[in-house]
């Protein structure tokens, strides 16, 4: 980001499990509302923390479980521009949200068709305004980014 400040990163790790995802939520509403980070941004933000931290859990693979997620808060400021870049890195099956077709899967013909699953990572897409994902020694490197205008 081209002309853009950089504040100091918020860091939290964690063990996969649900109980450490709701502590993860706090600290998210804690360390964006230090930051200036409005509600509702934090709102969007916090869906998409939630439903990453189940998807680790939950399909992450026994390395994932067994290892502890990192979690970052970074905030850019520039230009009017405000974004907060959510960091998740884990060290689950390589997984990359960011190349899965877009848009709506078909919709079953009937319940028997219907799988489960498939739902939360449209659902980080809808809340994120950018997904950023690498594999960097070992580990799953998610970037979730929301954005807001500046006011003064």
Same mark, same amino acid.
């Given at each position: 980001?081209?002309?853009?400040?950089?504040?100091?990163?918020?860091?939290?790790?964690?063990?996969?499990?649900?109980?450490?995802?709701? &502590?993860?939520?706090?600290?998210? +509403?804690?360390?964006?509302?230090? #930051? @200036?980070? =409005?509600? %509702?941004?934090? /709102?969007?933000?916090?869906?998409?923390?939630?439903?990453?931290?189940?998807?680790?859990?939950?399909?992450?693979?026994?390395?994932?479980?067994?290892?502890?997620?990192?979690?970052?808060?970074?905030?850019?400021?520039? &230009?009017?521009?405000?974004?907060? +870049?959510?960091?998740?890195?884990? #060290? @689950?099956? =390589?997984? %990359?949200?960011? /190349?899965?077709?877009?848009?709506?899967?078909?919709?079953?013909?009937?319940?028997?068709?219907?799988?489960?699953?498939?739902?939360?990572?449209?659902?980080?897409?809808?809340?994120?305004?950018?997904?950023?994902?690498? &594999?960097?020694?070992?580990?799953?490197?998610?970037?979730?980014?929301?954005?807001?205008?500046?006011?003064?």
């Amino acid at each position: 980001m081209t002309g853009s400040v950089r504040q100091a990163r918020a860091e939290l790790t964690i063990r996969a499990d649900s109980r450490e995802a709701r &502590r993860a939520s706090a600290w998210l +509403e804690s360390a964006a509302a230090r #930051e @200036g980070v =409005p509600p %509702d941004q934090v /709102v969007r933000l916090d869906h998409c923390l939630d439903e990453a931290l189940a998807n680790v859990i939950s399909h992450g693979g026994p390395d994932a479980v067994s290892a502890s997620v990192m979690l970052q808060l970074g905030i850019h400021r520039g &230009r009017g521009i405000c974004t907060a +870049e959510l960091l998740i890195v884990d #060290e @689950g099956l =390589p997984f %990359d949200p960011s /190349v899965l077709p877009a848009g709506p899967a078909p919709r079953p013909a009937s319940l028997a068709d219907a799988s489960i699953g498939g739902l939360g990572l449209a659902m980080i897409r809808s809340f994120s305004d950018e997904l950023r994902y690498r &594999r960097q020694d070992g580990c799953n490197h998610l970037a979730i980014l929301v954005s807001w205008t500046e006011t003064t």
